[in-house]
């Protein structure tokens, strides 16, 4: 084996001086072989872990139903460690594969950075993932997933359960019957119908609390910039912009993530345009409300009662004078728990997990794309062919240039719209980026790590004439402003360029700079240019055969007899460097170059 040496610079756009590029540098005193780290090639996890070799390990930080417990334990080690403090957390994390939380575990960057690389899941147990620093999981190439659906009924009762109690005094009635008092006139309640309830966010929980309401004889109102108006329509509520909405409300019920945009969208200054004598329920985030603002409303008199499932600090300090005050009812973030939700939840996270370990491409991931099945069936071979290509056209810069452009082409008979090219992108980036560094690029990571190494990827669609039953044509890649080690990769404009496509389910090159050539995507390339003439196919494969290096095929691509062509050929091992000499020193070939895929 040859020596190598290869190094990694981060440099400094000066253009951007915020933007890191990347520059290799490659020494080896056999120019045309390259190196390339030890990884199984046939093991391509799209998104987490398809190549686990021994049982996975999840770590469960919090309580989770017996069903999901039984579906992980039928594929991994389970590990279920509850209230670990942040300290015990960091020092379990790097033996585990995947960790499964509630919203009373904080998942920080220090969590994703003390588990070494190992974490490749985050699963919540629930819909919030504002307890999960999702920046830090996508830069660790960890997946977040969670289980969005299944405590949005437990959630909507909840709210509707606080709704009812605050305007009939359920809660301090209870405590004064219990502490022998009789207090008929001191909790006149009121009453709901007819009144405005305002729900802040129509998602899941917000649409059923509003057919809950509706069933009530309330008139609802939603501010959501995003929501559907179909939706609304369909269920007879009335979508309102915010000074609207906060200007009419009798109730206003929270159901809306926490987000910087939410954050503290309660606050003075809100309070102040409301109705006086508003009613407020939260059983969404804490956050969303400024809590010393929510107080000093309480106390003037705008907000005549709140019921609070959520608190900005859970839970929340004994002497919170929020907590305490005789206008506000408090659930101990209860939303998700009731036994149907904590069952169906923790189905619906295990299988979530499971899959994410297996490789399969989550449908609820947060942090990377959700590719239906169907999609990524019709998309396999291409996403293959990509990462192929992307692996070939690195390999053939010259070491010291850096890649710092790529354009990647997509050619299809089907419609911009018709091609979800985020998985296809991210497969590229892998191939380019993996081969030259000892990151680990998947879906969730591969945008962020681009950007990181001031990688900039650009995208085109050409839209070809035929039959739209197949999703691309080729897919074509060309690096910009590099040096390349095999000038025959360098297109009439100076790019390097590589095209391929999908032929009987199999990822072919098609076309290296001018020349078109074809070849499967299998094993190992050696790419050679020269003075096409009788013979040479002949004198590479007896100096391969000689070698028992296994050629599996041969193509040449030429301009015409006699004039220049590129030969590629496909072998099956690994030539030595006096193999790779001795083809170099025939005096037709003008350069070659040996690329592993
Ligand atoms: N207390 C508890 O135990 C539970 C709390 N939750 C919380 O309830 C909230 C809603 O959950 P889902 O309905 O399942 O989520 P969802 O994602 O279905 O709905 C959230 C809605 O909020 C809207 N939204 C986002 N930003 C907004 C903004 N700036 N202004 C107005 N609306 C905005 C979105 O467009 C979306 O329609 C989340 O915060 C979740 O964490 C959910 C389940 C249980
Ligand atoms: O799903 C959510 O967003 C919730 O707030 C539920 O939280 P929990 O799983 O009960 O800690």
Known sequence: MAAFSFTLTPSVHKASPSSLSWTLSLSSSVPTSFPTRRRPTNARPIVVVSALNAKPTILVAEKLGQAGLELLKGFANVDCSYNLSPEELC???????????????KVTREVFESSGGRLKVVGRAGVGIDNVDLPAATEHGCLVVNAPTANTIAAAEHGIALLTAMARNIAQADASVKAGKWQRSKYVGVSLVGKTLLLMGFGKVGSEVARRAKGLGMHVIAYDPYAPADRARAIGVELVTFDEAISTADFISLHMPLTPTTSKILNDETFSKMKKGVRIVNVARGGVIDEEALLRALDSGIVAQAALDVFTEEPPPKDSLLVLHENVTVSPHLGASTIEAQEGVAIEIAEAVVGALKGELAATAVNAPMVPAEVLSELAPFVLLAEKLGRLAVQLVAGGSGVQSVKITYASCRGPDDLDTRLLRAMITKGLIEPISSVFVNLVNADFTAKQRGLKITEERIVLDGSPE?????IQLQLANVESKFAGALSDTGEIKVQGMVKDGLPHLTMV??????????????????????????????ILGDRNVNVNFMSVGRFAPQKQAVMTIGVDEEPDTETLKQIGEIQAIEEFVFLKL
Do not use: H, Y
């Open 513 to 542: 700079g001018s020349f078109g050539v074809d070849v499967s995507l299998e094993g190992s390339l050696i790419l050679c240019k020269q003075v096409d003439q009788p013979g040479i196919i002949g004198k590479v494969g007896s």
């Open 91 to 105: 020092a379990k994390i790097s033996l585990c594969d995947a960790l499964i939380v509630r919203s009373g575990t």
């Open 470 to 474: 197949k999703p691309l044509k080729f």
